[in-house]
């Protein structure tokens, strides 16, 4: 049996200068093209050798180098709900409001200055009419740029959003939509020509982002959420259907930022939810230490979908020991398949351009220690390294 996988969820850090011109874009500001389409390739050629350099001191010696299953860093977009470039449809931007007064509170007590940033630029634009899908051309170009920077035996993972994390972040015109079941639906049908560009790109892998299916509970819907995940779930396999569910997976965690997290949704709730994705893959956050034992879930619901387990947590600097992702698989073992357990930091290490998890430094040595980590689990489990 194969070794242990490793992937990343999707987004990592920009460069200062590159930050300035996607909020130039998310601002309706003029860009000038040539400027960006340099800042835009040199970032995705630095982004990709991080993660295809990766690697500790006994996967080096091994030639077990990488990450290998690899994204363009969303580098290309200021977060991974951005869709203004690619999509007809959106109005004025507005501030995000988030509906649960007593979670912000607590992330003031956790960093202020990061609270009135979020304050500030947290800001999307209103759907005012029906989403309209025109970044083919885009979505496409920015796919082979990626696949053309990948050494030989990676893969390229890329990440578009979820109908329900988009009516999540995007408020809509209420004269369009009755209630954001319908507003998902409506969405859903523009999302879905964009799925069908990036599988339309052979070996490439389709990552539906999905948090608002978990933080949505604690930042938007509280308990109507668990009423209405199975209209997610009919919404967004409606938008998959017929599509390759083999190369089409969902991530969902609990929202990318240092905070209790103790009105989180317990795992086990949206475990049904997750069992009904008509997909090949789950991305889980189980790395940080609110949901670390979520893994023993998958005793009670068993699946066939390849599981990649967080095993980095991304929302603190401190780097995690190789022997300790090495623990954390060789537990999530007992639980899942060997042959679809895969090794995933929680989320991004870029979630948004102007709010990123971690230092480019530090994100680089979590890479190092999730590449040796996983390295070292496989060796342990006789795994074969060919």
């Known amino acids: 049996?194969?070794?242990?996988?490793?992937?990343?969820?999707?987004?990592?850090?920009?460069?200062?200068?590159?930050?300035?011109?996607?909020?130039?874009?998310?601002?309706?500001?003029?860009?000038?093209?040539?400027?960006?389409?340099?800042?835009?390739?040199?970032?995705?050629?630095?982004?990709?050798?991080?993660?295809?350099?990766?690697?500790?001191?006994?996967?080096?010696?091994?030639?077990?180098?990488?990450?290998?299953?690899?994204?363009?860093?969303?580098?290309?977009?200021?977060?991974?709900?951005?869709?203004?470039?690619?999509?007809?449809?959106?109005?004025?931007?507005?501030?995000?409001?988030?509906?649960?007064?007593?979670?912000?509170?607590?992330?003031?007590?956790?960093?202020?200055?990061?609270?009135?940033?979020?304050?500030?630029?947290?800001?999307?634009?209103?759907?005012?009419?029906?989403?309209?899908?025109?970044?083919?051309?885009?979505?496409?170009?920015?796919?082979?740029?990626?696949?053309?920077?990948?050494?030989?035996?990676?893969?390229?993972?890329?990440?578009?959003?979820?109908?329900?994390?988009?009516?999540?972040?995007h408020p809509y015109d209420k004269n369009m939509y009755r209630d954001d079941i319908e507003a998902m639906a409506g969405v859903s049908k523009a999302l879905r020509r964009e799925y069908e560009t990036v599988l339309s790109v052979e070996n490439t892998i389709l990552q539906i982002d999905d948090p608002a299916s978990a933080m949505g509970y604690h930042l938007k819907w509280g308990g109507k959420l668990l009423e209405r995940l199975p209209e997610h779930a009919r919404i967004l396999n409606e938008a998959i259907r017929g599509l390759p569910k083999e190369r089409i997976r969902v991530h969902v965690c609990y929202g990318n930022y240092a905070a209790p997290h103790m009105d989180d949704i317990p795992f086990n709730k949206i475990m049904p939810y997750l069992s009904d994705l008509k997909v090949g893959g789950l991305v889980v956050e189980m790395a940080?230490?609110?949901?670390?034992?979520d893994i023993e879930f998958f005793r009670e619901h068993p699946t066939d979908k390849t599981i990649a387990v967080g095993v980095v947590d991304v929302k603190t600097p401190i780097i995690e020991h190789p022997k300790v992702v090495k623990k954390r698989?060789?537990?999530?073992?007992?639980?899942?398949?060997?042959?679809?357990?895969?090794?995933?930091?929680?989320?991004?290490?870029?979630?948004?351009?102007?709010?990123?998890?971690?230092?480019?430094?530090?994100?680089?040595?979590?890479?190092?220690?999730?590449?040796?980590?996983?390295?070292?689990?496989?060796?342990?489990?006789e795994l074969d390294f060919y």
């Open 1 to 169: 049996m194969k070794r242990i996988l490793t992937t990343v969820v999707g987004s990592w850090p920009r460069s200062p200068d590159l930050v300035k011109l996607l909020m130039g874009f998310q601002k309706g500001e003029y860009v000038e093209p040539s400027c960006f389409e340099e800042a835009f390739r040199n970032a995705i050629k630095w982004a990709i050798g991080e993660q295809v350099e990766a690697c500790g001191s006994e996967s080096c010696r091994a030639g077990v180098v990488g990450i290998d299953i690899v994204s363009d860093g969303e580098q290309g977009r200021f977060g991974y709900v951005d869709m203004l470039r690619k999509y007809t449809g959106f109005g004025k931007l507005l501030p995000q409001q988030f509906k649960l007064d007593s979670h912000k509170e607590l992330m003031l007590v956790m960093d202020p200055e990061d609270v009135k940033r979020l304050a500030k630029k947290f800001q999307f634009s209103r759907i005012i009419r029906e989403l309209e899908y025109t970044g083919e051309g885009l979505t496409l170009r920015e796919i082979r740029e990626a696949k053309n920077m990948l050494p030989k035996g990676k893969k390229l993972v890329y990440t578009v959003p979820s109908p329900a994390t988009v009516i999540f972040f």
């Open 288 to 293: 940080n230490p609110r949901h670390q034992a």
């Open 329 to 381: 698989l060789l537990e999530a073992a007992k639980y899942i398949p060997l042959g679809k357990l895969q090794a995933s930091p929680d989320c991004g290490f870029g979630t948004f351009a102007f709010f990123p998890s971690l230092h480019p430094k530090i994100a680089r040595w979590k890479l190092d220690s999730l590449v040796e980590g996983a390295y070292l689990a496989s060796k342990e489990l």
